[in-house]
């Protein structure tokens, strides 16, 4: 099923914004949340489509963006590239917390630190991605779809061998659905959740 899934453009970039926002408390809304409501678009949405906008697409029915899935090919050029292009805007805007940290320095912390996101057990896996849709248009296919008929073939196209996440333990649907899509977990040290991956056969 491709209908209504379609590539990023940068004109959705505001709308998926909002989307990021309103799935983000374990995939419920964090409108509120934090001190600022740009703090998780700012960390989980716009350097994935600012970085890698070839990378990114929305589920749309016509009236705009009501669900994305953003990734990168490669985790550790994504590091490099946050590192030097990312990190000082977002240093302009969110002064480095002092330790210990609240939920929210964390947060603060890891845009100023991308390196958080190298998690070297996961090297066989470079590549990794965010997807979320708007309540009213889950449970409907479009999460696979965009995983299956969107990400597999660009990474097989890309020859890139695998795909990671991390995600909040307590996200239990979303736990079934990357079950249900082929992701197993993998063994991980990282503090960010468990580790789920997806081998990707190349390509015939
Ligand atoms: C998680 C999410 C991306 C899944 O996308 P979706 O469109 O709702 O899922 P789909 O309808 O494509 O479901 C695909 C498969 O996952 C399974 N699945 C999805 N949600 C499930 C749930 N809550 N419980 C059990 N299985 C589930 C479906 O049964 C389906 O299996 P099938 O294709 O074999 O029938 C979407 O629900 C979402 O955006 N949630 C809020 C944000 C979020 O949690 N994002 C992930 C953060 S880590």
């Known amino acids: 099923m491709n209908t209504g899934l379609r590539p990023y453009r940068s004109g959705d970039l505001s709308r998926l914004r909002e989307i990021c926002v309103r799935t983000g408390a374990a995939g419920s809304d964090a409108t509120g949340r934090w001190s600022s409501d740009d703090l998780l678009p700012d960390l989980f949405l716009e350097p994935y489509v600012t970085a890698s906008p070839d990378w990114a697409w ?13 990734a990168v090919p490669s985790t550790r050029r994504f590091v490099r590239w946050w590192r030097e292009k990312w990190t000082p805007w977002f240093a302009d805007r969110y002064p480095e917390p002092n330790e210990p940290f609240s939920a929210e320095e964390e947060l603060v912390h890891r845009g100023r630190h991308p390196e958080v996101l190298e998690i070297p057990e996961l090297d066989e896996y470079p590549a990794h991605l965010h997807i979320d849709l708007l309540p009213g248009f889950q449970g409907r296919g479009y999460g696979r779809a965009l995983i299956e008929n969107m990400l597999i073939p660009a990474l097989q196209g890309a020859g890139v061998p695998g795909v990671h996440l991390t995600m909040d333990p307590a996200n239990r649907p979303a736990r079934a659905f990357y079950e249900a899509v082929g992701f197993v977990e993998l063994p991980s040290s990282t503090p960010d959740g468990p580790a789920l991956g997806r081998w990707i056969p190349p390509r015939r």
């Open 58 to 70: 929305v589920v749309d029915e016509g009236e705009g963006p009501v669900g994305y899935l953003v």
